[in-house]
């Protein structure tokens, strides 16, 4: 099969194409904006992949996006571009309607046009999998509640809502067109290749450079930790063997919280790093409580109890061992972050304006 991976230089999308150019005999068409996250040196080995092709494309740009299906005649679509980052939706949301919402609704449309002109088998084995995450179902704070799959949303940050719209258009098009899609909401993600303004990590980086560890608020707030492998798997799982119609959650079954989190990284560290920065005698001692950001949700937690039900995945990955394998890979990557941070991002915390 040939699969068009939107987003697939970014965090999670590299993750995705990684997987399957490694685990499977399918072909990838990795469509990318190449955007501040977007990186290609996160697919260190697709270059000289014959299943591998790579087109320079802005999802917000139709005709390019027209050229590119007509081109590669995907049997399947995994669509993961968008704009990820709460903090920079409080100090900059436009990008975010336009990349989450036009965006996907241009993903949509041309995938549409595309489907209906399709032979009736190709028709027939066609799926479009969108890509969201927990966030659009706001917050759990008070309760001992997990968001299934019939959790009403209720979004809290521009980010979330601009997620939360496009889930509703990809179902639109499911519903009034026939349209055959998947929908899948995913908890926090973390692992290798991520992008340094994320909280895991930012720590890890700052830590290692004696640098203050800005933990938002008390640093209560709790998420449930999916290691970016586990979600790549449930990913593939669910575009080839998902029932049409369906939303899936997929989540690592470990909620922590934050401070939690930054604590069991400067463990780590001082394991694995016993050779501190001048003037660090504990990594533990560079936490520095900074305000909190505006809206921020308390708690998420998933029941990815459907997916492993229906599909048999269920996630490799204990936080412990997926944080260990996440330190050490950044530890052992210095090229990889160092060129990243070569750019403009200079690791503060956003979204306080």
Same mark, same amino acid.
């Given at each position: 099969?040939?699969? +068009?991976?939107?987003?697939g230089?970014g965090?999670?999308?590299?993750a ?5 150019l490694?685990?499977t005999?399918d072909s990838?068409v990795?469509?990318?904006a190449?955007?501040?996250a977007?990186? $290609? ?5 697709a270059?000289?992949n014959?299943r591998?092709c790579f087109e320079?494309?802005d999802?917000?740009?139709f005709?390019a996006?027209? &050229?590119?299906?007509?081109?590669h ?5 995994m669509?993961?571009a968008?704009e990820?980052h709460?903090d920079?939706s409080i100090?900059g949301?436009?990008a975010?309607?336009?990349t ?7 993903m @949509? %449309?041309?995938? &549409?046009?595309y489907?209906?002109? +399709? ?7 066609f799926?479009f ?8 179902y706001?917050?759990?704070?008070g309760?001992?509640d997990?968001? $299934?799959e019939e959790?009403s949303?209720e979004?809290s940050? /521009?980010?979330?809502a601009?997620?939360a719209g496009s889930d509703? @258009?990809?179902r639109?098009?499911g519903?009034t067109?026939?349209f055959p899609?998947?929908v $899948?909401?995913?908890s926090?993600?973390?692992g290798?290749y991520?992008?340094? %303004? ?6 890890? +980086?700052?830590?290692l450079?004696?640098? /203050?560890l /800005?933990?938002y ?5 709790? &998420?449930d930790?999916l290691f970016?492998?586990?979600h790549?798997?449930?990913?593939y799982?669910?575009?080839? *063997?998902?029932?049409?119609? %369906?939303?899936?959650?997929?989540? !690592?079954?470990n *909620? ?5 989190v930054?604590?069991?990284?400067c463990?780590? +560290? ?5 050779n501190?920065? %001048? ?18 949700d308390?708690?998420y937690?998933?029941d990815?109890s459907?997916i492993?039900?229906e599909?048999g995945?269920k ?6 061992s997926?944080? &260990?394998?996440t330190?050490e890979w950044?530890?052992?990557?210095k090229?990889w972050?160092?060129?990243?941070l070569? !750019?403009?991002? $200079? ?7």
């Amino acid at each position: 099969m040939k699969i +068009l991976v939107t987003g697939g230089a970014g965090f999670i999308g590299s993750a995705v194409v990684r997987h399957i150019l490694d685990n499977t005999t399918d072909s990838v068409v990795n469509v990318d904006a190449l955007t501040y996250a977007g990186n $290609t040196e996160s697919l260190p080995n697709a270059l000289d992949n014959s299943r591998y092709c790579f087109e320079h494309v802005d999802i917000c740009d139709f005709a390019a996006l027209q &050229r590119v299906f007509e081109q590669h005649q995907p049997d399947l679509v995994m669509h993961l571009a968008a704009e990820s980052h709460v903090d920079r939706s409080i100090d900059g949301p436009s990008a975010f309607i336009q990349t989450n919402l036009v965006g996907t609704f241009n993903m @949509l %449309e041309v995938a &549409r046009q595309y489907w209906n002109a +399709l032979e009736s088998d190709k028709k027939a084995a066609f799926r479009f999998h969108h890509i969201s995450t927990d966030e659009v179902y706001g917050d759990l704070e008070g309760t001992d509640d997990l968001f $299934t799959e019939e959790t009403s949303y209720e979004p809290s940050s /521009p980010y979330s809502a601009s997620k939360a719209g496009s889930d509703h @258009l990809v179902r639109a098009w499911g519903r009034t067109y026939g349209f055959p899609v998947l929908v $899948t909401n995913c908890s926090n993600n973390y692992g290798p290749y991520h992008f340094p %303004e994320k909280l895991i990590p930012l720590m890890i +980086l700052n830590a290692l450079e004696g640098k /203050p560890l /800005p933990v938002y608020g008390d640093g209560m707030q709790i &998420r449930d930790w999916l290691f970016v492998e586990d979600h790549a798997r449930a990913l593939y799982k669910v575009v080839t *063997e998902g029932k049409l119609g %369906e939303t899936y959650n997929i989540g !690592g079954h470990n *909620e922590k919280a934050n401070i939690d989190v930054v604590k069991t990284i400067c463990q780590l +560290l001082e394991e694995l790093v016993p050779n501190k920065p %001048e003037g660090v005698d504990e990594y533990q001692n560079l936490i520095t409580y900074v305000t909190d950001r505006p809206g921020h949700d308390v708690r998420y937690a998933i029941d990815a109890s459907k997916i492993e039900r229906e599909l048999g995945w269920k996630p490799e990955e204990t936080f412990e061992s997926g944080i &260990r394998k996440t330190v050490e890979w950044y530890l052992n990557n210095k090229e990889w972050w160092t060129r990243v941070l070569d !750019g403009s991002y $200079t690791r503060e915390r956003l979204g306080n304006n």
